[in-house]
């Protein structure tokens, strides 16, 4: 540790250590944040001069105290002092065709899960926690897996998380609570929170919903949607003993994760567990049964309360000529038939296949956009036995893509095409045969990108896939006309943000670069608008609210909202109606 003070020529440094921690006395006011956050005890204060004093010895560079201290006096200089990360490996399934098996493996071991859990510092304001939309407590569950109670470590889950399961898997960590990770905010590949969550789930039976208060005692709510958000909802409710009704259009229950994800990263064995727990408890679902914005009156006379928890379903299609050919489908089509395909191990109709000189034609699938749902898209047109390409009009750099996602498409035979976009479709007997491609240029994140060549490629293709994702239900706009609301944050964060350090880190290399302590800020502002009636009676989580998000925000906006009914406990009044209270 070395004590500086610029004005003062006569200060001499000793040789610097693996690692050096410099305080700028003449910064310092003695505030002690550094301190209190310090996960290893490296800092103290000097009782002389009541400022800040380290030791070099205890520091493990994390650089908490860096981020942490509102006068930029402390520079730690040395390498991040940590293990490898435990490696997950992604398995490729042979034959490819056909092939439902996970890809994505999990920790198998003690001795790995125990190897990871030791990288973590158990921070004092542990930074991951804020990253995570649902605040899991993470330094509380690692610590129980360090101690070899994967019980303990599941109750720690499940007073926060009711898909802790499918989250581990599904999502995107490095943006959330990966990211949010002091190590990465320092530059450094961060504790595997994800591969610890599912290892615990993995290895340790699920509980059943269990009753914890009596805070919902008489009180009937209706959930518009089975997805995560009304998962979310519904499970917090059904723990305080409100009787609740969930109402899905869908022959079956699961919203998203059920007919959105394949089985290849999210087996539906765990999709269901939430919904065996839910009917076990006495929640009443209804499927089969879908709910139009005319007939909320009617369920606000009904019931006590009416969640929206409807999501964004509404696929996003592209206008070029040529979208209206007969092959020219949306990803929530494709999903739902690829799967139902392959499930009855047959062929997608649509790949009649043309023959050529007498030999057996490879279906060939373009997908349109190169995020999540066009990864899934094209990954289930290789298990189909057809190529896929996969077309995308933003730049690689600036794409809102996993590059995980990316990297199993690749070893699975996709060909994605960044930068590229398509110019117009070109049809044969009605039906699309061509798709004429044209380059694109994209400078920087915030611009539009631009075509840049005016001499379109062809392919040919045998279906064509719309899969830029998904908006909100344009029905419900007289109901929503908020949404979707912005995630994020304005005016000035609050203290204990700023003062946790996660701001300061503007985007870590392992977030892909991305504002990670802002992007959390604004998932918090979200939710907390989520706690707010849109209508007398009447509330909305999830996508529904928000437009497309992850499944964690959604079942985090979920818990809120039934929070939020629960401290309101709101009496049905006959005399009011939904029309009344949304003028």
């Known amino acids: 540790m070395t004590l500086t003070n610029p004005n003062n ?59 942490t201290c509102p006068f930029g006096a402390i520079i730690v200089q040395g390498p991040l002092l940590v293990s490898a990360r435990v490696s997950c490996p992604t398995q490729k399934p042979v034959p490819l065709e056909g092939n439902f098996e996970e890809t994505r493996t999990g920790i198998h071991s003690w001795a790995d899960a125990l190897a990871e859990t030791n990288r973590c510092l158990t921070c004092p304001d542990p930074t991951c926690v804020r990253g995570c939309p649902a605040h899991n407590d993470i330094p509380s569950f690692i610590a129980a897996i360090r101690d070899g109670d994967l019980d303990q470590a599941q109750r720690v889950l499940r007073l926060t998380s009711c ?51 009596d805070d919902g005692t008489g009180l009937d709510v209706a959930i ?11 499970w917090e409710l059904a723990q305080a003993g ?18 959105g994800i394949p089985d290849f990263t999210l087996p539906q064995t765990v999709s269901a567990r939430p919904w065996d727990a839910l009917l076990a408890s006495g929640v009443t679902l209804r499927c089969g049964t879908e709910v139009k914005p ?21 696929p996003v299609r592209l206008s070029v000529d040529g979208d209206v050919l007969e092959g020219v489908w949306d990803s929530t089509r494709f999903l739902a038939e690829a799967y139902s395909a392959l499930a009855d191990h047959r062929s997608l ?25 066009a990864m899934d898209v094209a990954r289930l047109a290789r298990r189909l036995g057809a190529s896929a390409i996969c077309v995308d009009w933003m730049d690689r750099r600036f794409a809102p893509v996993r590059p995980d996602e990316l990297k199993e498409a690749a070893a699975e035979g996709v060909d994605i095409r960044f930068s590229t976009a398509i110019d117009h479709l070109e049809g044969l007997e009605g039906r699309v045969a061509v798709a004429h491609l044209t380059r694109t240029r994209q400078d920087r994140a915030t611009q539009t990108p631009r075509v840049v060549s005016h001499s379109p490629a062809k392919e040919q293709v045998d279906l064509v896939v719309m899969a830029m994702g998904y908006r909100l239900d344009p029905a419900f706009a007289s109901i929503l006309p908020a949404a979707p609301v912005a995630r994020s ?7 204990r943000w700023q003062a946790s350090g ?73 005399s009011q109606t939904l029309k009344e209270t949304v003028s």
């Open 502 to 574: 996660l701001l300061a880190a503007r985007g870590p290399a392992f977030a892909r670069n991305q504002p990670v302590g802002e992007l959390a800020l604004g998932r918090e502002s979200a939710q907390a608008r989520s706690a707010v009636s849109v209508a007398n009676r009447v509330w909305a989580a999830g996508d529904a609210l928000t437009g497309p998000a992850t499944v964690v925000e959604a079942m985090a906006q979920g818990r809120r909202v039934a929070q939020a009914i629960l401290d309101a406990h709101p009496v049905r009044a006959s």
């Open 163 to 213: 898909l802790p399961d499918i989250c581990s898997r599904v999502c995107d960590q490095a943006v959330q609570c990966e990211g949010a990770c002091t190590w990465s905010l320092a530059g450094g590949t961060p504790v595997a929170i994800g591969a610890l969550e599912r290892f615990i789930t993995d290895n340790s039976p699920m509980p059943p919903l269990e009753h914890v208060s």
């Open 224 to 234: 518009i949607g089975s997805g995560p958000a009304g998962i979310g909802a519904a």
């Open 294 to 314: 005319d007939q909320l009156e009617e369920l606000v006379q009904t019931y006590n309360a009416v969640i929206l928890a409807h999501g964004a379903g509404t």
């Open 9 to 67: 020529s006569n200060n001499h440094t000793q040789p610097v250590p693996s690692q050096h921690v410099t305080v700028l006395v003449d910064r310092c006011s003695g505030c002690q944040e550094c301190v209190v956050r310090c996960p290893t005890g490296a800092l103290s204060m000097e009782a002389s001069t009541w400022t800040a004093i380290g030791e070099d010895a205890s520091c493990v560079g994390c650089r908490q105290c860096v981020r």
């Open 489 to 495: 944050h304005v005016g000035l964060p609050d203290r």
């Open 242 to 259: 409100a009787s609740v009704s969930v109402f899905e259009k869908d022959d079956k229950p699961g919203g998203l994760p059920r007919w």
């Open 349 to 373: 109709p649509a790949f009649k296949g043309r023959a050529k000189l007498g030999a057996v034609h490879i279906p060939r699938v373009l997908i349109v956009g190169a995020g999540n749902t």
